[in-house]
């Protein structure tokens, strides 16, 4: 029996579920820890479809629920199914000839309902509580490029971003090395270094004081990586994370034209996967906060003008008419 299809986290996702479907639609909610082996998450479901299928029993529905449930079944029972796990949980949807889950994070309370509709609060909690970035780890040596979403509990989850390299191929794992930049060449005259020391006391010209400390070539190849993480693709938010002289060189380089920048003045190298996670989320809840009290601050103004608004009347004629930007419950 196939698994349930992993489906996006998306609008277009939630739209799908909320097509008219016959017959019941089951909902399912149940956890799933990062990097486990399943056994735990196994039970968990295997009770939740028990459930359902107790539901369905009790409608005169029981081979057509079982039908319904087969595919959820198979997921309790096949460990290979929990590898590999990179969010918190799931919900879970089943209907005559579809059956799909859609990853979730933050806190994940085991649910079923067995309705005429499919029950998508969580799904809508989801997305309205979770913030992107593409988050950037920079080092003299290598530029790592990442997405990353956090939502409002938990550690964010990271994914490589494919960067663009010569003839259109792509780099699948979001690295660009230092020596596929920058090419061993005669030193110019601009780029020599003056004084005498450490590295880190070095002076170059035309790049301001912050680019100090750091070699022309290690300079060439942050602005260069910049540009190219830049021709990725449009983002809401980019998250740098490296030391100071060293991510004003990529920022530079980078030119985001509007795009907000958050620096969080580590080593990357210092950083171990888990606390990278948490890391970028704690900035993206920040961030949220920040914007949030912002929209507070300004609401009252904003409904003197016509543009906010308390009534929940007024705010179903805009959101029908698409003119909700921002929605507070």
Known sequence: MPLPARLAPSPETLRLLLEPR????????????????GRAEGIVLRHLVERAAAVLGERGGRERGEALLAPFRSLADDALGWRDVDCDGFAGFAADGFAGRVPLAGRVAPAVHVAERFHVLPLVEHLGSVERCRAVLVTSREVRVLDGEAAAHGAAALRPVALPQAAGSLRADGRLPRDAIVTAAPREPHRVMHGTGNLGDAIHGGFGSRAAGIDADTVRFLHDAGGIVAAAGEVARYLVVGQPRVAAAFVAGLAPRGTPIEEVPLD??????????????????????????AIEEGFPEARAHGRASGDFGEIARAAVAGRVEELFV
């Open 22 to 37: 016959g017959g019941p639609c089951v909902s399912l909610v149940f956890p799933a820890r990062r990097a486990y082996t």
């Open 268 to 293: 990357p190298q210092s950083l171990g996967a888990g606390e990278l996670a948490h890391i970028v989320a704690d900035v993206l809840r920040v961030v949220r906060r920040r914007r949030d009290a």
